[in-house]
């Protein structure tokens, strides 16, 4: 059982890790089409990092004897200026994330749901390694700026990323 104010509200959140896997798709597919294929790979694998959040938070709704509601997910932005650009909306992206569960411990703090509260902890800490991710990823990218042989070589290293739920 779980606070009405609180499910729906995890209910959004779950939603919104799917709309994120979203958008990490359509930021791979804009790298595919200009045959960058390690940043599409990174993106690739983000977005099955955010299918398993969305997943975890479903887990979580239905241990808690609730029902996991879907809506709609909206469309992504698909179009991009430049590979930056994608980061920064991926990291833009992050600290939307951060807020929202902020704003979600909070709830669970008013209740005094406290397995939530623990819950909950766990994508805080994700959310730190998130942001601070993406945030390395822009300081490089800018710092290679035009250099495409070091570009091509930072590419290969993230063609190698996989993602392992832990
Ligand atoms: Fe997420
Ligand atoms: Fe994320």
């Known amino acids: 059982m779980l606070n009405k104010e609180l499910l729906d509200a995890l209910n959004e959140q ?5 709309y994120a896997a979203h958008a990490y798709m359509a930021m ?19 977005a099955k990092e955010e299918r398993f959040h ?21 469309a992504p932005k698909s179009d991009f200026k430049n590979i930056l ?20 411990s909070e709830l669970a703090n008013k209740d005094k749901d406290y397995a939530t509260i623990s819950f909950l902890n766990w994508f805080l800490d994700e959310q730190v390694e998130e942001e601070s991710m993406f945030e390395t990823h822009i300081d490089y990218l800018k710092r290679i700026g035009d250099d495409s042989n070091t570009l091509y070589l930072y590419e290969k290293e993230l063609a190698a990323r996989t993602f392992n739920e832990e």
């Open 14 to 18: 779950m939603n919104h890790e799917f």
């Open 28 to 46: 791979a597919a804009y790298c595919d089409n200009g045959s960058y294929e390690g940043f599409a790979n990174f993106y690739i694998q983000q």
């Open 54 to 74: 969305g997943q975890k938070i479903y887990d979580y709704i239905n241990d808690r004897g609730e029902k996991a509601v879907f809506s709609a997910i909206s």
């Open 85 to 104: 650009e994608t980061f920064e909306d991926g990291l833009a992206q992050e600290q939307d994330v951060t807020r929202r569960f902020y704003n979600l």
